[in-house]
């Protein structure tokens, strides 16, 4: 699996838009890019994934460039409960192998 | 649905003892994984099945580690003699495998492993 790049940490106001970057120049063209978060004393959560297409859910949006060597997960409207560690992570889709955590992005939202 | 449950939540356990921690994935997932996350550390994955079966046990970090898993579902892992290292959070995670199903992992809350 590719290797991503995320910042260690990461404030953003409540109510207003978390954008975490990702960069994985080393993507394959059968690599997706997965998001995940953990928020503190919780197991990992499943947030979106993205191939080439920019993807939305209840959750976030993700935005890929064109070359697919970075991303950005999109909160929206950020709240205090969206407080946790965002891992961004490049894999084959429908792949049963495990997951390989980074040290992800420690995302605050401040009141 | 149920999602993916851990017991217990929390074991404290003498140096040297046996501890087993058991993982009830989501009803229907066929593969199942293990990983752990020592205090202020990434998540370190320790063995996944598919089935019954474990094709990569790679991330067992010595023999006194095992893991089984009986009816394609619930898992038990069994850390043998151990050691204060072993203090943990130990996470499990249960995916599908199927036509239209992209895989993602879903995570229980985890067993907090303190050794004394």
């Known amino acids: 699996d590719a290797k991503t790049t995320q910042p260690p940490s990461m404030d953003c106001a409540e109510g207003r838009a978390a954008n975490l970057p990702c960069n994985h120049s080393t993507i394959s063209g059968n690599e997706y890019v997965y998001w995940y978060r953990q928020i503190h004393s919780q197991g990992p959560q499943y947030i979106i994934h993205?191939?080439?297409n920019n993807e939305t859910n209840e959750m976030a949006s993700l935005i890929i460039t064109e070359d697919r060597k970075s991303s950005t997960l999109i909160l929206p409207h950020a709240t205090l409960r969206d407080t946790a560690v965002y891992y961004c992570?490049?894999?084959?889709?429908?792949?049963?192998?495990?997951?390989?955590f980074g040290k992800g992005t420690k995302l605050s939202v401040k009141p | 649905g149920a999602g993916v449950s851990q017991s217990p939540s929390n074991k404290v356990t003498e140096k040297g003892k046996d501890v087993e921690l058991r993982c009830d994935p989501i009803s229907g997932h066929t593969a199942l994984y293990w990983y752990r996350q020592s205090l202020g550390q990434g998540l370190e994955f320790l063995i996944y099945?598919?089935?019954?079966?474990?094709?990569?046990k790679s991330g067992l970090p010595s023999d006194r580690f095992s893991a089984e898993r009986t009816g394609g579902s619930v898992s038990t892992l069994t850390i043998q003699r151990t050691q204060q290292e072993d203090s943990a959070v130990y996470l499990c995670?249960?995916?599908?495998?199927?036509?239209?199903?992209?895989?993602?992992?879903?995570f229980g809350p985890g067993t907090r492993l303190t050794v004394t």
């Open positions: 992570i490049v894999r084959v889709r429908r792949s049963q192998g495990n997951l390989i």
């Open positions: 995670a249960s995916s599908a495998k199927g036509q239209g199903i992209s895989y993602e992992q879903y």
């Open positions: 099945f598919q089935g019954n079966s474990a094709p990569d």
């Open positions: 993205g191939l080439k």
